[in-house]
């Protein structure tokens, strides 16, 4: 039976799956620049996704010779090349589709579509962001926390990582509404290109976000304020190897402390 950390990207891959794919049809059919940064967005987010999912599974594989502490830390460099690959190309897509936009005005051929396929995309995003949000606030009450705070500290880069891409496409999802619909009341198509430049810094702010949080737990991991309650615990263990375990592996929802 699949943990938290793990059913939660299974309903990010499904909710982005979809939504990429409505995007994708939405753009080629009308044209609009800001539906396809948000399109790319969304194929970034699927990505990175199945690169959560790998280092889920090769994250807890069994200890052995080699690796007597377990293989937890390679969830971190999963999520730095997540991070870094996928969210950068997406950011170079979308910032180049604004640019282009607002050098060369184009025409959105049907507002009604685009805004019936960026509706349910929003309420999909919502679905998942709610799955995240969720499991992360069960977390952030264990260890009186609060949500913004617990994003920042966890040490599981799967559930730092969805949450924070889901907030990022929902917001997407509200900047390339409002384009739509200032092109549509001004006639002009400029608002579609900034919402397209928008979209692309908030791929690179959260890109260099997860990177930093990746790199820092990857090349030294350690524990985050407000956790040392539950080191105190852990040292009070007779076995040292099970402590040493802890410290070299992200933290799952589901692991008691």
């Given at each position: 039976m699949p943990n938290d950390s793990t059913r939660t990207v299974l309903v990010a891959i499904g909710a982005d799956l979809g939504?990429?794919?409505?995007?994708?049809g939405t753009a080629v059919?009308?044209?609009?620049?800001?539906?396809?940064?948000?399109?790319?967005?969304?194929?970034?987010?699927?990505?990175?996704?199945?690169?959560?999912?790998?280092?889920?599974?090769?994250g807890r594989r069994r200890p052995d010779d080699q690796h007597p502490l377990g293989y937890g830390r390679e969830a971190y460099f999963w999520?730095?090349?997540s991070a870094i690959g996928v969210?950068?190309?997406?950011?170079?897509?979308s910032l180049r589709a604004g640019?282009?936009?607002l050098i060369h005005p184009g025409i959105t051929s049907s507002f009604t579509v685009a805004y019936v396929v960026l509706g349910i995309s929003a309420v999909l995003d919502l679905v998942s962001f709610r799955q995240s949000g969720g499991q992360l606030i069960r977390r952030a009450r264990r260890y009186r926390r609060d949500l913004l705070e617990e994003s920042r500290v966890t040490s599981d880069p799967t559930m730092r990582t969805v949450f924070t891409s889901d907030l990022a496409s929902v917001a997407g999802d509200v900047i390339a509404l409002a384009a739509l619909a200032l092109n549509q009341i001004t006639g002009s198509s400029i608002p579609q290109g900034i919402a397209a430049v928008l979209i692309a810094l908030?791929?690179?702010r959260l890109s260099l976000r997860l990177s930093s949080a990746a790199t820092t737990s990857w090349s030294a991991p350690g524990l985050a304020p407000g956790s040392r309650r539950a080191a105190m615990l852990l040292a009070s263990l007779s076995h040292s190897g099970q402590l040493k375990r802890r410290w070299y592996e992200p933290l799952s929802s589901g692991t008691p402390v």
């Open positions: 939504v990429a794919l409505a995007k994708v059919f009308t044209g609009s620049s800001a539906v396809a940064a948000q399109a790319s967005e969304s194929l970034a987010d699927t990505a990175n996704d199945v690169f959560l999912l790998i280092a889920e599974r090769r999520a730095l090349i969210l950068f190309a997406a950011a170079a897509f640019i282009e936009e908030v791929l690179i």
